[in-house]
Nanobody, 127 residues
């Protein structure tokens, strides 16, 4: 059974940092793209970042480029999202997701290209 379990969310002041973790289990993910999405209250699910399992290819939403970094520890089967210079508009529930490489080609920012999802972790940035 595939599981993606996020952790690391919390309350932080604007300008602060958080590191989210996503522990992946239940299968081999070498042929998967790992992504982070977020959903703010009253808003649609939004792409944040994605990475090939090797970490060699990464993608970011424009609003987080230079502030957020996605990385993968293959030995620990864990995906990270390092978030720096946080802003109140980054407040959302953050979800980890996994999608097969062949289904995410050219669609890494589309939520329906991902088949496995975590339960989400809340990030709140106060002004």
């Amino acid at each position: 059974q595939v599981q993606l379990v996020e952790s690391g969310g919390g309350l932080v002041q604007a300008g602060g940092s958080l590191r989210l973790s996503c522990a992946a289990s239940g299968r081999t993910f070498s042929s998967y793209v790992m992504g982070w999405f977020r959903q703010a209250p009253g808003k649609e699910l939004e792409f944040v970042a994605a990475s090939s399992w090797s970490g060699g290819v990464t993608y970011y939403q424009d609003s987080v480029k230079g502030r957020f970094t996605i990385s993968i520890d293959n030995a620990k089967n864990t995906v990270y999202l390092q978030m720096n210079s946080l802003k109140p508009e980054d407040t959302a529930v953050y979800y980890c997701a996994a999608g097969r490489v062949e289904l995410t080609v050219g669609r890494y920012s589309d939520y329906d290209a991902y088949v496995y999802w975590g339960q989400g972790t809340q990030v709140t940035v106060s002004s």
